[in-house]
């Protein structure tokens, strides 16, 4: 199972979602879910914005070998499950990919549904989603420009969202 992690310039949310992702799976012994990550408006080529380096590495993901990528309809047509840090992203993607709409997800909407609204593997989530208020799908902040704290915070919330996804995806392949 692919997965595909979006954010704006893919140094920051999706890049620390997908490290954190990787490193939850070889913790949880989750086989044969690859990760990825792009942006809808990326800063190609970069690494890892330095203070997503710093948290990321603090929540035990690895920083190396990483370069910002733009998603492309190609990249978005690889994947299984696209997860979006925002509402905002989600529509990008949809504009971009429109026949991924049951396989895109913003990553507060996935967590919630994974955890707390019975989906028990991927195929439950677009029957599923209906369940959710718009209230209850949580946005993950943008940092950039606004200090060490900031990432900090987003780190966090990327950190406390990932293993209910992972724990479906692994559900998934049973």
Known sequence: MQLLFVCTGNIC???????????YGV?????????ASAGT?????????????????RLGGVTT??????????IA??????????RAHRDSVLEL?????????????????A??????????LPSVRSQLQATDALDVPDPI?????????AGALISDLIPPVMDLCARSLD
Do not use: C, W, Y
Not at 41 to 57: K, S, W, Y
Not at 77 to 86: K, Q, R, S
């Open 13 to 23: 949310r999706s890049p620390t979602a997908e490290r954190l992702a990787r490193a």
């Open 27 to 35: 913790r949880s012994s989750v086989e044969n879910v690859f990760v």
């Open 41 to 57: 408006r990326a800063v190609v080529g970069h690494p890892i914005h330095p203070d997503a380096v710093q948290v990321l590495e």
């Open 65 to 74: 070998g990483f370069s910002a990528r733009q998603l492309t309809a190609r």
């Open 77 to 86: 047509a690889g994947a299984d499950l696209i997860i979006t840090m925002t």
């Open 97 to 113: 990919a429109p026949s991924k709409l049951h396989r895109t997800f913003m990553l507060g909407e996935l967590a919630q549904l």
């Open 115 to 124: 955890s707390r609204f019975d989906a028990e593997t991927v195929g439950d």
């Open 145 to 153: 420009g606004l200090g060490p704290h900031a990432f900090e915070v």
